[in-house]
C-alpha cells in the first residue's frame, strides 16, 4: 500500500468517527446504524447493552435516544493503525446527559474499534465503550426544547434543595426495598409524624438523633417532650460525661428504637448518614432493635459519589451554619456511615417522604 493510500484509509477512518457522533447529535439512528458492516457489534459494557448488526443497532439506539432530555457527545480522534483492509483504533470521548428520570452528569470515555474496509469504504466491525470518568454532579444548564427558552440564570436554586419527582422516588424505593429495608412513601413530614406514632409502642427506649428532619417534623417534640415513651435524649443531656460515660454510651448504643435523618439516599438503594460525633451512628448499625429513618424526596441522588458531594456542598455547610448558631462553633464530618443494608439484628425502616424536608 502505498504512502497515499494509507493517509486516505487515516483520513477516511477519522471521517468515520465524525459520522457516528454527528448521527447521534442528529438523532439519525438510520445512519448510526449503516456505519456498521452486516455483523458490526457496538458494545457498552459500563450500560450494559450489546447490539449486532444494523438493525440491532438501530433499534437500541433509539430506545437510548429516547430517555434522553438532552445529550452532547465531542470526539477526539485516536490512533489509528492500518493492516490492509482492516486497521484497529481508539477515538476519546467527552459527553454531556441528562436523562428524562434524572439522572445526569458528565464523562469521559474511550471507543475501542475495530474497523474493515467495504464496497461502501471504511465501516465500524466493533465499538467497545470504556468509561474512565464520571462526574454525576447536577448540571445547572438546560436545553432549548422550546421557543422561549432561555440560559438558566446563573442564581438559579440549588437542586439539593428540590424533591425528587415520582419517577425517581419510586426506584429508590424499590432499590431500597431490594437491600433489605422496609420502605413507607408518604405524603409529608405529618405523616410521617403520625406514622411514627402507630410504628413505636408506648413505653419504649427511644434515642433521636440530631435532625432537621426530626426537629422540622416534630418527631423531635414527641418523643423527648411528651411521656409516652422512655426518651433518652434528655436522661442523657442530665448525666457526667466522664463520671457516667460508660452508662452514656450503652444507653445511647442500645435503644429500642432510633429515629434519625440521613443526609442522603441513593437510587441504587443506600442510606449515607454524616456525623460529627458519631453518637446517632452505633444505635443505626446494629445498636438498636429498630431503625426508622425519615428522609425528605430532596436527599435522592443517583449514586454514593453524588451522595458524598451532596454532604461537602450542601449539608455540611448548613449544619455549620445551625453549630455556629448553637454551640459557637462550625460542624465538621468526622464519621460516615453508608448503609447498603440494615444490620442483621436491626429491624430498619425508611420512612420516605414526597415532600422536601430538613437539610
Not at 458494545?43 to 435516544?65: A, H, N, S
Request: hydrophobic fraction near 45%.
Amino acid at each position: 500500500m502505498n504512502d497515499f493510500q494509507a493517509i486516505a484509509d487515516r483520513v477516511e477512518i477519522t471521517a468515520l468517527q465524525a459520522e457516528f457522533t454527528d448521527a447521534v447529535m442528529m438523532r439519525d439512528r438510520a445512519r448510526l446504524a449503516a456505519l456498521f458492516t452486516p455483523d458490526g457489534v457496538l458494545r457498552m459494557p459500563d450500560v450494559p447493552i450489546e447490539l449486532t448488526g444494523p438493525e440491532q443497532i438501530r433499534v437500541g439506539g433509539e430506545k437510548l435516544q429516547e430517555q434522553w432530555d438532552f445529550f452532547v457527545q465531542n470526539t477526539h480522534p485516536g490512533t489509528v493503525l492500518i493492516d490492509g483492509d482492516t486497521a484497529t483504533g481508539r477515538a476519546h470521548m467527552h459527553e454531556i446527559v441528562r436523562l428524562k428520570n434524572g439522572v445526569q452528569g458528565l464523562n469521559y470515555a474511550v471507543y475501542h474499534d475495530r474497523y474493515r474496509r467495504t464496497t461502501d469504504g471504511w465501516r465500524f466491525a466493533e465499538r467497545v465503550y470504556e468509561t474512565r470518568y464520571l462526574d454525576t454532579s447536577p448540571l445547572t444548564g438546560s436545553a432549548p426544547s422550546t421557543p422561549g427558552w432561555a440560559p438558566a440564570p446563573h442564581t438559579a436554586p440549588a437542586p439539593y434543595t428540590d424533591p425528587a419527582g415520582a419517577d425517581r422516588l419510586e426506584r429508590t424505593a424499590a432499590a431500597l426495598a431490594a437491600n433489605g429495608f422496609t420502605v413507607e412513601v408518604l405524603d409529608d413530614a405529618a405523616a410521617a409524624r403520625a406514622r411514627i406514632a402507630e410504628l413505636v409502642p408506648a413505653d419504649a427506649t427511644v434515642f433521636t438523633g440530631a435532625s432537621e428532619t426530626l426537629r422540622l417534623s416534630g418527631i423531635e417534640e414527641d418523643v423527648n417532650a411528651g411521656d409516652r415513651y422512655r426518651a433518652v435524649k434528655p436522661r442523657a443531656l442530665g448525666m457526667d460525661r466522664v463520671a457516667e460515660a460508660d452508662e452514656l454510651r450503652r444507653m445511647i448504643a442500645t435503644p429500642d428504637v432510633v429515629l434519625a435523618g440521613v443526609a442522603a439516599v441513593t437510587e441504587t438503594g443506600s442510606l449515607v448518614l454524616a456525623s460529627a460525633t458519631g453518637s446517632q451512628l452505633p444505635a443505626c448499625v446494629g445498636g438498636a432493635g429498630r431503625a426508622i429513618w425519615i428522609v425528605g424526596a430532596q436527599k435522592i441522588v443517583p449514586d454514593l459519589p453524588a451522595a458524598l458531594r451532596r454532604v461537602e456542598a450542601h449539608v455540611l455547610p448548613l449544619e455549620s451554619e445551625r453549630a455556629r448558631a448553637a454551640y459557637g462553633q462550625p460542624s465538621v464530618v468526622n464519621q460516615l456511615l453508608v448503609l447498603n443494608a440494615p444490620a442483621r439484628l436491626t429491624q430498619g425502616t425508611v420512612l420516605l417522604l414526597r415532600e422536601a424536608v430538613g437539610f
